[in-house]
Nanobody, 115 residues
Framework: QVQLVESGGGLVQAGGSLRLSCAASRGGVSINQMGWYRQAPGKQRELVAGITRGGSANYADSVKGRFTISRDNAKNTVYLQINSLKSEDTAVYYC?????????WGQGTQVTVSS
């Protein structure tokens, strides 16, 4: 079973930056995909960014140019660097992982952007 633990959320002013981290305990399970979803109040959960074990990344259009996803395979950790934060980035951010699909989820970390 894979366990994911997020950290790095918090309250930040608009225009500021945050770095989210997610450490995975794999328990012998193979992981290829690691990514970040977010869910704002009253909205559906959406994929923000994903990255394969080989480093191929994809991003939601709304965050391109501001968010950067990276991973350290040796540490089974994925990061999300968030720059130029906007009020609409306020959400709970969830780490997710899996072999082909996102089968495993973290508990989420709150990101709140104040204007």
């Amino acid at each position: 079973q894979v366990q994911l633990v997020e950290s790095g959320g918090g309250l930040v002013q608009a225009g500021g930056s945050l770095r989210l981290s997610c450490a995975a305990s794999r328990g012998g399970v193979s992981i290829n995909q690691m990514g970040w979803y977010r869910q704002a109040p009253g909205k559906q959960r959406e994929l923000v960014a994903g990255i394969t074990r080989g480093g191929s990344a994809n991003y939601a259009d709304s965050v391109k140019g501001r968010f950067t996803i990276s991973r350290d395979n040796a540490k089974n950790t994925v990061y999300l660097q968030i720059n130029s934060l906007k009020s609409e980035d306020t959400a709970v951010y969830y780490c997710a992982s899996g072999l082909v699909r996102y089968d495993y989820w973290g508990q989420g970390t709150q990101v709140t952007v104040s204007s």
